[in-house]
């Protein structure tokens, strides 16, 4: 079993921000991979699916992003997913907008949503998928750029970015972590 984890908040006010990239990969993914995330249970959205012979989990947090390992840790518990078995998307302040970084463990580096992860799960070692949504301007607060909509400058590479990401997703349904890392950074 595999599970894929988009990080976002719950809402129409938050939908398609730079803070809910992580939601609009599962979404683009979860039509893709012809997965209805249609259950609700561990304080999130949810669809299954197999592929490759293999039961695939999304999951979309709706505990809104600092408390995002009160829906994540349940379910790998629940159904018993290896750690070793998730990949979680995210959006970064430390990548361009429509560049994506694959990792295999790492730090939170300020973000609310891993830092909860990495609290629930007592372990930083677990995939990632970063995708760049640049820093704001001089003078403009961290939390209003990331719970702001893109500039119309700025959709088509953030249109590639969760392209990317998806199909990085679904490389990793039947390759190596690392040989996705190494198709993808």
């Known amino acids: 079993m595999k599970l894929i984890v988009g990080l976002g908040n719950p809402g129409d006010k938050y939908a398609h921000t730079r803070h809910n990239v992580g939601f609009d990969v599962i979404d683009y993914l979860a039509d893709v991979l012809r997965i209805d995330l249609n259950q609700s249970k561990f304080k999130g959205i949810y669809g299954t699916g197999i592929i490759n012979g293999e039961k695939v989990f999304l999951l979309k947090p709706l505990t809104y992003m600092n408390l995002s390992g009160e829906s994540v840790k349940p379910l790998l518990d ?108």
């Open 78 to 185: 629940y159904f018993q997913i290896d750690i070793e078995d998730l990949v979680v998307v995210y959006d970064d302040l430390d990548l361009p907008v429509g560049k994506i970084r694959l990792r295999q463990k790492g730090s939170h580096g300020g973000h609310n949503g891993i830092r909860s992860l990495i609290a629930h799960f007592g372990t930083s070692e677990f995939k990632r998928i970063r995708v760049g949504v640049d820093r704001p301007q001089p003078g403009e607060s961290v939390a209003n750029y990331v719970l702001g909509t893109y500039r119309s400058d700025e959709k088509a590479d953030i249109q590639t970015a969760i392209e990317q990401s998806a199909k990085a997703c679904e490389a990793w349904l039947s390759e190596d972590f690392l040989k996705v890392m190494n198709k993808f950074n």
